[in-house]
């Protein structure tokens, strides 16, 4: 059962501010911490749904059809430093 909040939703606020506050920790140790967190999902908690891999079996086919794997990335990251960016 939902009830109206005023569009508050329970989930609003944890998206809002964080459970505890990671702003002390470097970015290693933040990534660390998404690892961790991460490897804590069960498998069945992540896998795609049947839409999802519907999707996916779209876009390969789609790929496969165009045959076209577009650039290399070497070559994609020299013509971006030779941009200067």
Same mark, same amino acid.
């Given at each position: 059962?939902? $009830?109206? $909040?005023?569009?508050?939703?329970?989930?609003? &606020? $944890?998206?809002?501010?964080?459970?505890?506050?990671? &702003?002390?920790? #470097?970015? +290693?140790?933040?990534? !660390? *911490? +998404?690892?961790? *967190?991460? =490897?804590?999902? %069960?498998?069945? +908690?992540?896998?795609? &749904? #049947?839409?999802? $891999?519907?999707?996916?079996?779209?876009?390969?086919? %789609? *790929? +496969?059809? =165009?045959? =076209?794997?577009?650039?290399?990335? !070497?070559?994609?990251? =020299?013509?971006? !430093?030779?941009?200067?960016?």
């Amino acid at each position: 059962m939902h $009830l109206a $909040l005023g569009g508050f939703r329970p989930t609003d &606020s $944890l998206m809002a501010a964080p459970i505890f506050d990671f &702003s002390h920790l #470097t970015p +290693a140790e933040r990534i !660390e *911490l +998404a690892e961790q *967190l991460w =490897d804590s999902l %069960e498998p069945e +908690a992540i896998e795609p &749904s #049947t839409d999802e $891999l519907q999707h996916i079996r779209r876009r390969r086919a %789609e *790929l +496969a059809a =165009d045959g =076209d794997p577009g650039e290399p990335w !070497e070559g994609v990251i =020299d013509e971006i !430093e030779e941009r200067g960016v």
